[in-house]
């Protein structure tokens, strides 16, 4: 079992940080023009805006730990260490994405990573995850499992049934609750009483809010959690403030009448997590401005080229279609 | 006659109804400002107001709940249940609560409240948001289940559903909200357990529900350039059902074909086909075929979905194979 991650305090954690977010970008750009462009079937929803939360948490994680994900799950699927190609793949409906194309945008996950799964039920990988925890705990394993959902899913029944059993058995679980404000076309306070925080400690779990828009102070509260979730004092739970950039889905174009231009264009310039993080890397001397084009330049290119890899990528054969509805038996 | 899309029929008999009596509301997600994701609702909320059209939280399993006390005691709300797929979130407070209190109350409490949702595949959406769940309900007594196949269906049978006692679950193709098709401007209702016959032949019956009823059709047209005439049976609602009409079609026709998009195991098809086995046997000519759905999760890929649900060929083919005497003796 590879030890917990330490505290990012390096050059190279820093960078690998910075590129993680930058990676995500990249893929939700390239994800964006393909369904502009009517190569990708069905719609998906962008993660861009969020990357330091899925980038600060799992940079706190070793590809043991589990996490779940969500309907806009891109961004923690490449965070968990996912390849861009296989991403793609999936995107695209080929035989060669991370779920033989089965599952799509919504349902894309590196399995070999920890990765549970993406979810197209708002809340439901909430019992998963707490079920995933339960599982490492019994195994005895040291296993730590994040549970990402939005502001939104705060408002399933389930969250409170898993929370008060994650809290009575001290499971290694920590809730992420990325809160950007929407819970699809509905502002957050419209549909959310109360504190989101509060209602985790009325379970007696200890809460955290933190600025999700900064990778640094994520993953710092991260890899304190993780490391005390390991030794059995969890479960946590965080509500990370944060900013989709996109509408809802990518189809989600004309929004004013939820959501107003300027507050868009004021996180958008100055709240940006990847634009943020690079300044402080320049100003603490880790990075020169060049280096980060440079970094920034070099991802381009990959998405790209993983794009163009799944365009002609072959697509699964029909008799597939019936393939994995069981798992086998056989030993 | 003008022509409106199915969205449009939808919206215009829940605003009738609304309008005709003060104790119908709308509860659901995104139902007001942003008048639902496929637009259905648009304008409803600027009519009636906020306590009338009402937006909730994510929490499907509350809302419904809140319905059913509400139909219990004088109210008459109609929920939107953005997908199909989200009954299984809804099922204790829709089959153990809604369906079961007039019963077991022994008559003295009722439920009239809409649950109206959508069902079909084609979407690109994957596994869960795109199954098509109408078997499901209908298999519980006290529910009746509407399969609009039009705009001309969608808006009468909307306001019957609004004005009969019980719960009634509506199911709209997805596909179809941007269909156009003739609906008179004056006030109609089309009344449950009466199937429509909507093409007439003599050759073989199709019974078919839902989105299933252009593919029939579509069906149809190719064999009549073969010769073949076929008799096209919309049941409109599958509780109650209309046994006379299919009965009296196949007992002309000697030959029937059932096709619905749930999944053809322990589904719509089966119980249609063994009425028509058990009352019209000594008419039939040939084993009744059944065309649902494939048993697997829709998948996302395109090649691998296209091919789970019946196409106006596939139909054609099978009707053909059927006048041939082909499955006569099929295992
Ligand atoms: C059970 C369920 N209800 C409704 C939906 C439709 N839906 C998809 S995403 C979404 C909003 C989720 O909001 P939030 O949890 O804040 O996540 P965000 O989209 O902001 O990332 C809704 C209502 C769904 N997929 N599942
Ligand atoms: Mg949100």
Redesign the pocket.
């Known amino acids: 079992m590879s030890p917990a991650k330490k505290d990012k305090s390096n050059r190279e954690d820093y960078l690998r940080m910075y590129r993680q977010m930058v990676r995500i970008r990249a893929f939700e750009d390239n994800a964006n023009q393909l369904y502009l462009s009517a190569k990708m079937p069905g719609l998906t ?1 962008m993660y861009s805006g969020q990357e330091a939360v899925a980038v600060g948490i799992c940079e706190a994680l070793t590809s043991n730990d589990k996490i779940t994900s ?3 799950g891109h961004g923690h699927c490449v965070a968990k260490g996912a390849a861009f190609k296989q991403m793609f793949c999936e995107l695209l409906g080929k035989e060669e994405g991370y779920c033989r194309g089965k599952g799509g945008s919504m349902h894309i996950a590196d399995q070999a990573n920890g990765n549970l799964g993406a979810n ?5 990988s909430m019992g998963i995850a707490t079920g995933a925890a339960l599982s490492a705990k019994r195994l005895g394993k040291s296993d730590v499992t994040v549970c990402f ?5 705060t408002a ?1 029944g389930l969250l409170y049934e898993v929370m008060n059993m994650a809290a009575l058995w001290n499971l290694p679980v920590i809730y992420a609750c ?1 809160n ?1 404000g ?3 076309y509905t502002r ?1 306070d419209e549909i959310a009483a109360g504190s989101i925080t509060a209602r985790a400690e009325a379970f007696g779990i200890e809460s955290h809010t933190v600025d999700g828009q900064d990778v640094l102070a994520v993953n710092k509260l991260a890899t304190d959690l993780v490391a005390r979730a390991r030794k059995g004092e969890g479960p946590f739970f965080i509500e990370l403030m944060t900013y ?1 950039y996109h509408g ?1 889905h990518v189809g989600d174009i004309n929004r004013e009448y939820y959501r107003r231009k300027d507050e868009e264009a004021d996180w958008k310039t100055n709240r940006d997590p990847i634009t943020n993080f690079g300044k402080w890397l320049e100003d603490q001397k880790i990075v020169t401005a060049d280096e980060l084009v440079g970094i920034n330049n070099e991802i381009k290119a990959e998405a790209e080229e993983a794009v163009a890899y799944a365009e002609k990528a072959p697509y699964p054969s029909i008799n597939e279609v019936d393939m994995h509805v069981f798992a086998s038996n056989a030993a | 006659m003008r022509e409106i899309t199915l969205s449009k029929a939808v919206n215009e008999a829940i605003a009738e109804e609304m309008r005709r009596d003060p104790t119908v509301f709308v509860i659901g ?2 139902v007001a400002e942003a008048g639902t994701p496929f637009k259905v609702l648009s304008g409803l909320v600027e009519e009636f107001g906020t306590d009338r059209v009402i937006d909730t939280p ?1 929490a ?1 399993p509350g809302f419904m709940g809140i319905a059913v006390g509400a139909a219990m005691t004088g109210s008459r709300p109609i929920v939107d249940l ?2 199909g797929d ?1 009954l299984y ?1 809804v099922m204790d407070q829709l089959c153990n609560q809604a369906a079961k209190t007039h019963y077991m109350s022994g008559g003295k409490l009722s439920v009239p409240l809409v649950l109206r949702t959508n069902l079909g595949a084609t979407r690109r959406s994957a596994a ?2 795109s199954q098509s769940l109408h078997a499901l309900v209908a298999h519980i007594p006290g529910l009746k289940v509407a399969m609009p196949s039009s705009a001309y269906e969608a808006k009468g049978l909307m306001k019957t559903a609004i004005r009969d006692n019980n719960p009634v679950v509506i199911f709209e193709d997805k596909l179809m909200y941007n269909d156009k098709a003739p609906v008179p401007e004056e006030e109609y209702l089309i009344p449950f357990g009466e199937a429509a016959i909507l093409r007439e032949g003599n050759d073989i019956t199709m019974v078919a529900t839902s989105s299933m009823v252009q593919v029939a059709l579509a069906a149809a047209e190719l064999l009549a350039r073969d010769g073949i005439s076929a008799e096209i049976i919309d049941p409109r609602t599958i509780v109650p059902l209309d046994e006379d009409t299919i009965l009296r079609s196949v007992r002309k026709t000697s030959r029937a074909i059932v096709i619905d998009e749930g999944h053809q195991s322990y589904g719509i098809t089966g119980e249609i086909a063994s009425r028509i086995s058990d009352k019209a046997f000594y008419h039939l000519d040939a084993p009744v075929q059944r065309m649902g759905a494939m048993d697997v999760p829709v998948p996302f890929s395109p090649v691998l979905e296209d091919i789970t649900v019946p196409t106006a060929e596939s139909v054609a083919e099978r009707a053909r194979q059927l006048l041939r005497g082909d499955l006569f003796h099929a295992a």
């Open positions: 929803h969500t309907h806009r197209a039920i708002v809340g439901g959902f939005g502001d939104g899913a399933q990325e950007n929407y819970s699809e957050t989709r809802h | 997600e995104d994510i499907e953005m997908f989200f979130l869960q948001h």
